[in-house]
């Protein structure tokens, strides 16, 4: 798959996490019983790690593709004269 459509199906993914997270939010401000509140707290605490387990995978996939074009990216920047980009790229690339 491309990896354009990759990162927006996963971004999309997150989105719903989020609104799921969101939703157990307005339901546990609501339920009373005990029962059906540790079950919605489950269920909250899941859609949250799968937003962080998709959050990590866009990062991976981020700093995969920097990485690929690195050359390219600093090159463009030091041909069309940004301001500090030399400086900018030694941050960057020592960390």
Request: net charge negative; with cysteine; charged share 30%.
């Amino acid at each position: 798959m491309d990896e354009k459509i990759t990162l927006r199906t996963l971004d999309q993914l997150i989105q719903l996490e989020a609104k799921a997270i969101r939703t157990y939010d307005l339901a546990l401000e609501t339920v009373t019983d005990s029962d059906i509140r540790r079950q919605l707290e489950n269920l909250k605490v899941r859609h949250t790690r799968h937003a962080e387990q998709l959050s990590i995978e866009v990062l991976k996939m981020a700093n995969e593709m920097i990485a690929e074009h690195w050359d390219a990216i600093t090159s463009a920047a030091l041909r069309k004269g940004c301001p500090d980009a030399e400086h900018a790229i030694r941050i960057v690339a020592n960390g």
